[in-house]
């Protein structure tokens, strides 16, 4: 069973010394709504040091595109005295590529086992981790409607069904900012006149959607400016990648409960207009190798390999 554990955890490791095992593993835990563990080497990893990780416990059955920006700490806690605790934080991204995070060299295992060092007491280890999970994307996470935000990571251009071209357009709503309430949506002064507009033109496709939460729904608007942006682009200059995450925030949009019919097909019209640039590219380079080919033929330009018998003769 997974338990809650607010935003931080705890991990007593019993019989320390006794560990025979080169890696192993906390039980799972939530924070923000999402599965984590802890990993140790308690003999390092290939280093004379403690090594410490965080990973996402259920990464293998995440869909695909999924992303979560991430600040955490890792605490080795010095049970006397916690000012000798040694305290480690980061803030990364963890993807599939990237599932866990940490550090090598946490704490000399010198240092750990110690006499009296503090860190080992009963042969048992200590270690907290907190975590707050920034951004997520790729993942429905309705159910715990806490602090989380998703932004999809596409690129600018101009919004040429929706407005003018601002390159502030998909800039994140945050604390502080002043925003302005559209269809239920609090979004920055910046995004107003956009997001009115795409409801003036689809004034139900977000109708069904399942969270109040006002956080993930600022954010739900932000995956969808980008991916509207990038869909605004010039065919040939998007990439498989950007065709990648075009689809991840369509499915990801529509698994919180927006209507994207209009931009699935969008993305199908766009994708075609691709392939099209791309073979009558291919077309056009073949035509001018033959025409290259037939002016050398006319006037006796190509090079043309004697035969070595008559050569000879």
């Given at each position: 069973m997974v338990s809650e554990?607010?935003?931080?955890?705890?991990?007593?490791?019993?019989?320390?010394?006794?560990?025979?095992?080169?890696?192993?593993?906390?039980?799972?835990?939530?924070?923000g709504g999402f599965k984590w563990c802890l990993i140790a080497y308690p003999k390092g990893s290939k280093v004379d040091c403690l090594s410490l990780y965080l990973g996402v416990a259920d990464h293998e059955s995440l869909p695909l595109g999924w992303r979560r920006n991430t600040k955490f700490s890792l605490k080795v806690v010095n049970q006397f005295s916690?000012?000798?605790?040694?305290?480690?934080?980061?803030?990364?991204?963890?993807?599939?590529?990237?599932?866990?995070?940490?550090?090598?060299?946490?704490?000399?295992?010198?240092?750990?086992?110690?006499?009296?060092?503090?860190?080992?007491?009963?042969?048992?280890?200590?270690?907290?981790?907190?975590?707050?999970?920034l951004?997520?994307?790729g993942e429905s996470n309705d159910?715990?409607?806490?602090?989380?935000?998703?932004?999809?990571?596409?690129?600018?251009?101009?919004?040429?069904?929706?407005?003018?071209g601002s390159s502030d357009l998909h800039k994140e709503t945050s604390v502080g900012n002043e925003t302005v309430d559209v269809n239920g949506f609090q979004v920055s002064t910046l995004q107003v006149a956009y997001v009115r507009c795409i409801f003036e033109k689809h004034p139900n496709f977000a109708s069904k959607r399942r969270s109040n939460n006002q956080h993930l729904k600022s954010t739900y608007i932000n995956v969808l400016l980008g991916l509207i942006e990038t869909l605004c682009q010039l065919p040939e200059k998007l990439s498989d990648d950007d065709f990648d995450e075009a689809s991840a925030a369509v499915s990801y949009l529509t698994q919180v409960g927006f209507k994207m019919d209009w931009l699935e097909e969008k993305l199908e019209e766009v994708k075609e207009k691709k392939m099209k640039v791309y073979t009558g590219k291919t077309q056009l380079e073949h035509m001018e190798e033959e025409f290259k080919l037939a002016t050398q033929v006319k006037f006796g330009t190509t090079h043309r390999h004697a035969d070595p018998r008559k050569a000879a003769s």
């Amino acid at each position: 069973m997974v338990s809650e554990a607010g935003n931080k955890f705890i991990w007593v490791i019993k019989d320390f010394s006794s560990l025979q095992s080169w890696r192993i593993y906390s039980d799972e835990f939530l924070i923000g709504g999402f599965k984590w563990c802890l990993i140790a080497y308690p003999k390092g990893s290939k280093v004379d040091c403690l090594s410490l990780y965080l990973g996402v416990a259920d990464h293998e059955s995440l869909p695909l595109g999924w992303r979560r920006n991430t600040k955490f700490s890792l605490k080795v806690v010095n049970q006397f005295s916690d000012k000798s605790s040694i305290l480690r934080e980061a803030t990364e991204l963890f993807d599939q590529k990237t599932p866990s995070f940490g550090f090598t060299k946490i704490l000399p295992l010198a240092k750990l086992h110690a006499n009296d060092g503090g860190f080992l007491v009963n042969d048992e280890l200590k270690i907290v981790a907190e975590i707050n999970v920034l951004q997520v994307i790729g993942e429905s996470n309705d159910e715990s409607e806490g602090s989380q935000e998703a932004v999809q990571p596409m690129k600018k251009t101009k919004m040429t069904d929706y407005g003018t071209g601002s390159s502030d357009l998909h800039k994140e709503t945050s604390v502080g900012n002043e925003t302005v309430d559209v269809n239920g949506f609090q979004v920055s002064t910046l995004q107003v006149a956009y997001v009115r507009c795409i409801f003036e033109k689809h004034p139900n496709f977000a109708s069904k959607r399942r969270s109040n939460n006002q956080h993930l729904k600022s954010t739900y608007i932000n995956v969808l400016l980008g991916l509207i942006e990038t869909l605004c682009q010039l065919p040939e200059k998007l990439s498989d990648d950007d065709f990648d995450e075009a689809s991840a925030a369509v499915s990801y949009l529509t698994q919180v409960g927006f209507k994207m019919d209009w931009l699935e097909e969008k993305l199908e019209e766009v994708k075609e207009k691709k392939m099209k640039v791309y073979t009558g590219k291919t077309q056009l380079e073949h035509m001018e190798e033959e025409f290259k080919l037939a002016t050398q033929v006319k006037f006796g330009t190509t090079h043309r390999h004697a035969d070595p018998r008559k050569a000879a003769s």
